[in-house]
């Protein structure tokens, strides 16, 4: 069937309890794995300034532009369910890239057998809304392993509240 899907209101809770002046942008690449069967969903959770997240549409869309294609449109779900079934009426159990608004507005593109569609497309748009177009590529945000570290140390600390395995 269809991938997770983020479902209405992507990182709607948890930006309450924190009180992040951020927006969550979700977006997702369903794909089948044609040489060992089955099918694989990569998503990507990206926080986006308050202020530029009204913009995520329209640079969506012009990208969709560029590239000579539409997004199917899905009006903000009610649940992850409903945006699961809302995506599975566009690209049934086909290939598809979606991208979730903060607003819950959900764009879908269907993409058919042998069509091309590249990973870092998302990391590409967003890095360019956000202005550092140069992250946009995982092997520039590396960092030494003790800096990863204390990053992960840190996150770890400021999502223990957050944490249900920890309940």
Known sequence: GAGAG?????????????GSPRELVVFERHLALRSKGGNHCHMNCVPVPRERASKVRKIFEQAATRLNFEWEVVPPPESAMDAQAAIASIAGDGEYYAVH???GTILVRKIGPNEKHWMAFGREVLGHLLGCPERTSWQNCMED????????TKFKASFAPFDIMQE
């Open 6 to 18: 983020a479902g209405a209101g992507a990182g709607e809770d948890a930006d309450k309890k924190v």
């Open 101 to 103: 608004m903060p607003d």
């Open 145 to 152: 392993e003790e800096a990863e570290t204390l990053r992960a």
